[in-house]
């Protein structure tokens, strides 16, 4: 097992093979990520594309790049953005094609149309006009997970609502992630800075009479967010609205203890909750041993006692994404990157039913009911999880040496924070990382 705490200047021979792995998957891969700064608008030249329209709702400061519209850090108050992103109509579904240069080109990539931002009142006009135009008055909210840069959360709902089909309003919530694998913590008080905002947004669709429908679709450590949500909007109200019809938890990064007392708080009145699990999702076995061993609730295996008899209380339906051969590395994101799936989701939200058929289309590759999996925890430790995504990731391998430092509680000298960026895909070792 690696020890993530062992100080670099003097390395045990299992991380000096740590850092041998993320250089080889450097070599293999020839990853060099997406162009940043993708936001900026572009003409609408093709049309035969897609395009889709959404409401976001965001929590992070503004940033002085136009392309990028917003950073990772923490605004005092909450922004409103119109956005139109178009998509290629030669595309797989599940995919997000990112531009591999700027300026994006509409025939080949995702591309943004438009990014006006929005005075609050002018977001509430947005949502009752494109609301009216949906068949059944529905919303859709969508709350992304951990390690997003704002263009990734943006480019992933686009992506989402074109595949799975949806007709309801789109609106993103957006909160401040740094996108770097490594600021977890950050991220995660993130979510808690969030919460009034989320609950505000909730309130305001309660109370919204041309809004008749609620969806909730979370993913990773954006299902603590939308939890919470939910809780306080219950405690205050004294129950959640019967408009708020279905909650999608996608591979939940949330501690199982801590999801049984957010149930409790919500009360009797709740919307229908469907959870999608992996057992080979390395990403919340990481998060497992970050949270002291604690079952994630997105890796537990509910036939097993107390797990079974509390999702058919709660009426909780499970779907084991196991099988589903699609995601990234980490296998984190199979809600929206497989066709199957992600349609499904789509046609469940546009049919009003719940996720509960076990024939769902996909054979033995998608099972559903109060199915479940075994913790993922143990098989392999700590950062060795998250070497994919530093490789893959640029703005982690930008900071990667400040990010170990940090976590090691040790002042590297230049030539080791260096070396450890180039052993992670990132700067030569000559340059000094950001800060």
């Given amino acids: 097992m690696i020890d993530p705490i062992s100080p670099i200047g003097n390395a045990s021979p299992r991380m000096t093979r740590w850092f041998a ?10 990853c060099g990520g997406h162009p940043k700064n993708v936001l900026t608008p572009v003409a609408d030249t093709v049309p035969t594309s897609s395009r889709v329209t959404m409401l976001v709702a965001t929590t992070r400061g503004r940033s002085e790049e136009a392309g990028e519209m917003f950073t990772g850090e923490r605004a005092r108050a909450p922004a409103f953005v119109d956005m139109t992103v178009s998509i290629p109509a030669e595309r797989k579904v599940g995919d997000v094609a990112w531009p591999k240069k700027l300026p994006s080109n509409p025939a ?4 943004t149309l438009n990014a006006e931002e929005l005075t609050k009142d002018a977001a509430k006009s947005w949502l009752n006009a494109t609301v009216r135009k949906s068949p059944d008055r529905s919303v859709l909210v969508f709350i992304h997970g951990f390690n997003n840069r704002f263009e990734n959360s943006v480019y992933r709902f686009a992506q989402i609502v074109h595949d799975s089909g949806v007709k309801s309003a789109p609106i993103l919530v957006t909160w401040p992630s740094r996108g770097s694998l490594l600021a977890y913590g950050y991220d995660r008080e993130s979510t808690n800075y969030t919460r009034n905002t989320l609950e505000a947004l909730f309130q305001y669709l309660a109370a919204d009479p041309e809004v008749k429908e609620v969806s909730i679709l979370a993913h990773s450590m954006g299902n603590w967010l939308a939890l919470e949500g939910l809780r306080q909007m219950a405690i205050r109200n004294g129950r959640l609205p019967a408009k708020f019809k279905n909650v999608m938890l996608a591979a939940p990064d949330v501690d199982v203890d801590v999801f049984r007392s957010q149930i409790e708080d919500m009360g009797g009145h709740r919307p229908r909750f469907t959870l999608f699990v992996s057992a080979d999702d390395r990403a919340l076995a990481f998060s497992r041993r970050i949270w002291g061993d604690v079952p994630r609730l997105g890796s537990i295996n509910p036939e097993l006692p107390p797990y079974r008899q509390e999702m058919e209380t709660n009426k909780i339906t ?7 051969k699609a995601g990234d590395r980490l296998h984190h994101s199979k809600f929206a990157e497989s066709p199957q799936v992600v349609q499904l989701i789509g046609a ?8 509960t058929d076990s024939r769902l289309g996909l054979g ?6 109060t199915t479940g999996i075994a913790a993922a925890a143990g098989s392999a430790a700590g950062l ?3 070497a994919p995504v530093a ?9 990667y040496g400040h990010h170990v430092n940090n976590l090691t509680g040790v ?3 230049a030539n080791q924070t260096c070396g450890m960026n180039e052993a992670a895909g990132g700067k030569s070792p000559c340059q000094t990382p950001q800060q």
């Fill in 318 to 324: 499970v779907i084991d994404l196991t099988k589903v």
């Fill in 391 to 399: 490789v893959i990731d640029p703005h982690t391998r930008d900071h």
């Fill in 21 to 30: 792995v993320c250089a080889a998957l450097v070599l293999v891969s020839g």
């Fill in 364 to 369: 033995d590759h998608l099972i559903a009911g």
């Fill in 108 to 111: 080949t990539d995702f591309a």
């Fill in 384 to 386: 060795i999880l998250a």
């Fill in 348 to 355: 469940r939200i546009s049919e009003g039913q719940a996720l």
């Fill in 411 to 413: 002042k590297s000298g």
